[in-house]
């Protein structure tokens, strides 16, 4: 006779965290933001909106490993990354972490498929056709990069971080070239993945209707993250 589970119970529903910052702080030639502290769950998709130059692209490289902050720290899987041996940081990256940068980082000169391939070589998944499919990028795999538009390419470097499964998401302004309908479809498909994978989002965005799609939409403001929704 097993014990019953009362799944409604707010244990229940606890899920531990994915990501936690802590504390984080960081300047350059001038302070950009002191004592940030939030965490990210499984299937949550969370958004950065706040002025140019706020700093929501560093907060973001803090976040996804790439920048080691002024102090404070990252928690991710019980470890602070930011204490890692560089190898298991780089690990981490390449594994668990799935980086949107606004400019794309293709291979140029190399076809759509091939850009694509590396990530199946890297990750051992298959590419997604029904990923390619809803991206609507299916039918330009055989050009190379460089005669596809902004918004193909985009979200061909889209299509290539998801076939990672990556545990989170960041992405810094993913529909930035894209028209209404088509950011619309990467949102969806962005949203879509994290529900299926048990993963995170970090958005960073300035368009407020895209950011307000998201779980919770924080701003960046007076070297504050402040919780809007
Ligand atoms: N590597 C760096 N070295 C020195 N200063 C930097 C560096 N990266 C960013 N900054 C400065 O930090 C500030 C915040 O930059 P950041 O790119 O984080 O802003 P942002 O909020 O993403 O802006 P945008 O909306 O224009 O993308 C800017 O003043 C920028 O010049
Ligand atoms: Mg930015």
Known sequence: MGEKVDNNSPIAEQKPNLLDAKNISHEFDYKLFENITFSIKPKESISIIGMSGSGKSTLLNILSSLLTPKSGEIIYNNKNLYGLKKKELLNIRREDFGIIFQAHYLFRGF???????????????????????????????????????????????????????????????????????????????????????????????????????????????????????
């Open 111 to 229: 076809s759509a498929s091939d850009n694509l391939k590396i990530a199946t070589l890297l990750s051992g998944n298959d590419v997604d056709q029904e990923l390619l499919k809803k991206l609507n990028i299916e039918f330009v795999l055989n050009q190379s990069v460089g005669e596809l538009s902004g918004g193909q390419q985009q979200r061909l470097s889209i299509a290539r971080v998801l076939t990672k499964k990556p545990k989170i998401i960041f992405a810094d302004e993913p529909t930035g070239n894209l028209d209404k309908d088509t950011a619309q479809i990467v949102m969806d498909t962005l949203f879509e993945y994290i529900k299926d994978n048990d993963a995170a989002l970090v958005l960073v965005t300035h368009e407020n209707d895209l950011a307000e799609q998201c779980d919770k939409v924080y701003k960046l403001e007076n070297l504050q993250l402040k919780e809007l929704k």
